[in-house]
C-alpha cells in the first residue's frame, strides 16, 4: 500500500510485512508543485469539487451591495489611518469579502461567529451599521463597543457577533465553547470560527479540533487562506502542501474551496451546518482567497511583488460577483447605479463615525464586570 499525500512510502513486503521509505526533503522540494499555500494559485484551482446551487439574482444583487459597502468601508478606513485618525494597528480584508457573505447567507440568525483581528468585513456580512462600525475602529463612543473595541475586537452578541480577537487562534476554542453550549442546551445552534492560514499551526488550533470532533460540535472552521502569515508567505512555514487536509487526521471532514465566489462559499458553509445540525459534527472549510491591501495600515509591502498582487486581482471577490451579475442579465447601469448608492452611504458613515463624540473617561470603569449576581437568570 502507499500512504497519499506523505513524504513515505509504505509497500508491502512478502511476507505479509511493510517496508517504509522516506523521502528526503530534496526530493519533496524537486517535485513540488503549486497548491494551496503557494501564492502564484488561484482561489478558482481549489480541489474539492461540491455541488454548487445557483442562487437567486436578487439575492446575488444583495451581496454585491454588501460586497461594495466593506471594501468601499476598509478603502475609507485606511485613508482615516493615513490621516491619524486611528490609534494602534488596522488591518483590513479587501480581497477576503466573499468568504464573509456567503457563510452569513448560509446561516441563521441566532448562530455564532468567531474571527480574527481581520474581522470588519465579518461584522458588516452578519448586520453591523457601517456608520456604528467606523465609529468604533476610530474609537468613538457610537461604536458597537462604545469605542472601546476599537479594529480588533468587533463584537455585537445581538448580531451573533461574538468577538474577533487580537491573539492569533485565540478566537477558535471561544467558537467551541459556543458550540457546546448549544449543544447542551439542546438548541439548533451553530457555531463558525474564522482564522487565517497563520493560526493553522497554534497548540490551541489542535486541541480544539480534537475536542470538536470527539464531541461532535456544532462547529464549522473556516480557514481565510490568503497565503500569508502577516507577511511571511505561508509555503515559507508549512510542511503540508494542502490545508484543508491537515484536519482530517482529527476525523474531521474537509474541503478546499473557492473562497472569492460567494455562491460556492455559500454552498460549502450551508453543507457544513447542515452537517452540524444533524449531529455529525464539525466541518474543517479552506477558503483560498488572497489580500489584496497590507497585512496592516502602513504596510510598505515589500515581501511581495506588485505583479503577484495584479494576477490575483484580476479574480478577486468583486470582479467576480459583477461578472455573474452581468451573465444573468443584470446590466452596467444598474451595477453603475448600486455603485453611486453604496458609495454615497459610506460617505455618510464616515462623516457619522467623525461627528461621533470621544467616550467619557468614566467609560474606563465601566464594563469591566459582570453586572449581574451570580446565579440571577
Not at 497548491?35 to 439575492?59: E, G
Not at 451581496?63 to 491619524?84: P, V
Not at 458550540?179 to 445552534?189: P, W, Y
Not at 452581468?326 to 452596467?332: E, K, M, N, S
Request: with cysteine; proline share 4%; glycine share 10%.
Amino acid at each position: 500500500m502507499q500512504l497519499a499525500n506523505s513524504a513515505t512510502d509504505v509497500d508491502a513486503t512478502e511476507d505479509g510485512g511493510v517496508q517504509a521509505t522516506v523521502t528526503n526533503a530534496s526530493d519533496i522540494e524537486s517535485r513540488a508543485v503549486s497548491t494551496s499555500i503557494t501564492t502564484d494559485v488561484l482561489p478558482s484551482m481549489s480541489a474539492t469539487d461540491i455541488d454548487v446551487p445557483a442562487l437567486s439574482t436578487d439575492l446575488l444583487v444583495e451581496m454585491y451591495k454588501k460586497a461594495l459597502t466593506i471594501r468601499l468601508m476598509e478603502e475609507a478606513l485606511l485613508a482615516s489611518a493615513e490621516e491619524g485618525q486611528i490609534g494602534g494597528a488596522m488591518h483590513t480584508a479587501i480581497g477576503h469579502e466573499a468568504n464573509a457573505i456567503g457563510a452569513a447567507a448560509a446561516l441563521r440568525r441566532g448562530d455564532y461567529v468567531t474571527c480574527t483581528y481581520r474581522g470588519h468585513h465579518h461584522g458588516l456580512a452578519w448586520g453591523m451599521d457601517p456608520g456604528r462600525a467606523i465609529a468604533e475602529v476610530m474609537g468613538r463612543s457610537d461604536g458597537f463597543a462604545k469605542g472601546k473595541g476599537g479594529s480588533m475586537h468587533f463584537v455585537s452578541p445581538e448580531h451573533g457577533m461574538m468577538g474577533a480577537n487580537g491573539i492569533v487562534a485565540a478566537q477558535v476554542p471561544h467558537a467551541a465553547g459556543l458550540a457546546l453550549a448549544s449543544h447542551i442546551r439542546g438548541e439548533d445552534r451553530v457555531a463558525i470560527t474564522f482564522f487565517g492560514d497563520g493560526a493553522l499551526f497554534q497548540g490551541v488550533m489542535h486541541e480544539t479540533f480534537n475536542i470538536a470532533a470527539k464531541w461532535k460540535l456544532p462547529l464549522i472552521f473556516y480557514c481565510e487562506n490568503n497565503r500569508y502569515s502577516e507577511m511571511t508567505p505561508i509555503w515559507r512555514t508549512s510542511s503540508i502542501e494542502d490545508i484543508y487536509l491537515f484536519p482530517r487526521s482529527y476525523g474531521m471532514d474537509s474541503m478546499q474551496i473557492d473562497g472569492n465566489d460567494v455562491e460556492v462559499v455559500h454552498a460549502a458553509v450551508s453543507q457544513a451546518a447542515e452537517r452540524a445540525r444533524s449531529g455529525a459534527g464539525p466541518t474543517f472549510i479552506e477558503g483560498i482567497t488572497y489580500r489584496l491591501a497590507g497585512h496592516m495600515a502602513g504596510d510598505l509591502e515589500t515581501y511581495r511583488p506588485q505583479e503577484e498582487v495584479e494576477k490575483q486581482q484580476a479574480y478577486e471577490p468583486l470582479t467576480v460577483l459583477r461578472q455573474k451579475l452581468l451573465a444573468r442579465g443584470v446590466d452596467d447601469a444598474r451595477i453603475a447605479a448600486i455603485d453611486e448608492e453604496i458609495d454615497e452611504m459610506i460617505d455618510e458613515a464616515v462623516a457619522f463615525a467623525e461627528n461621533s463624540p470621544w467616550p467619557d473617561p468614566a467609560e474606563t470603569y465601566l464594563d469591566v464586570f459582570v453586572s449581574t449576581t451570580y446565579g440571577e437568570e
